[in-house]
């Protein structure tokens, strides 16, 4: 089997260098914090709540590259595909807590489950007040009457931009964080992986799939899908995602929705494009308006190829938080 190439310096320093490279490249408005992976946003205001994301390194620009106005205020990193400690966690929001309290915003892993519990339960001790949004959008890696079990992926940016845009106009936490939860209970994605990804630190993939197959629903760190079948026509493959998006959300003629198709590190524009096409074909044959369509490297595993197609539903309160303009790396509106 063949292995990874890439061009790096010496693996185990992935995480610091790259998070270098991002800090550099955002001209001062983006921070590291000392002792600690992990970054705030310059220019956070006094009496503010305080919107923390974070999570496994190896997906970038997720998580680092939404820190920015109008979106996550700080991150707090772990490893290539590894949770950040509590005491990260901890340190990060002491670093940034502007006295209204924070927010947690995180893809739905035990580990990060875990470890921002741990670092919400000790904050509170301290009289620092925290709320939770685990994202749960990957509706491939669970039935619907279990949401609670399912993984957040590339929905992680559509409650970060709402919570961001609340964050611009209410210093109370529970009001941002319902709106941050709205958004989450309307977003879903599913997406398909043609091969594998692989960890810098082992130089080794993870795991292998045939030249001739992809796999539907895998997740961002190689977790099994729904199956594995031999390739087929783009079309096809985009209208059974569009199809089960479309049961699982419970559209109807007349929503309104924001559209992400989202690489998952090695597809071409080509790909992306094509898909993109036929999703607003079938879309617009259901009477389904598409408000916003995004399309490009917003949640990446390494060098896997393949992508997801998220559907983001639009009510007039959450469009109005959609609207409103954020500046960071990785999106700018």
Known sequence: MRKPKKL???PIDVC???LEGLIAACGGSLQKIDGISAVVRAGLRDEQ????????SGHEPMFAGYVGDG???AAALGDIFTSPAPNVIMDTVKSANRGKGALFIYGNYAGDNMNFDIAAELLEEEGIPTRTVRVNDDMAS?????????RGVAGDMMVLKIAGAAGRHSRELDEVYRLAAKANDNTRTIGVALSPC????TGEFNFDIPEDEFELGMGIHGEPG???QKMVPADQLVTELVDS???DLALATGDEICLLVNNLGASTYSELLIANRKVHQLLAERGIRIHDTLIGSYCTSQEMSGYSITFFKLDDELKSLYDAPCHSFAWRK
């Not at 709540?49 to 496994?56: C, P, R």
């Open 8 to 10: 790096l310096n010496n």
């Open 16 to 18: 610091r260098e790259q």
């Open 49 to 56: 709540v305080l919107v923390l994301t974070g999570g496994g």
């Open 71 to 73: 979106l996550a205020d």
């Open 142 to 150: 669970a039935p619907a009457h279990r949401m609670q079990d399912r």
């Open 198 to 201: 692989s960890l810098p630190q």
């Open 226 to 228: 729904v199956r594995r």
């Open 245 to 247: 998006l479309y049961g």
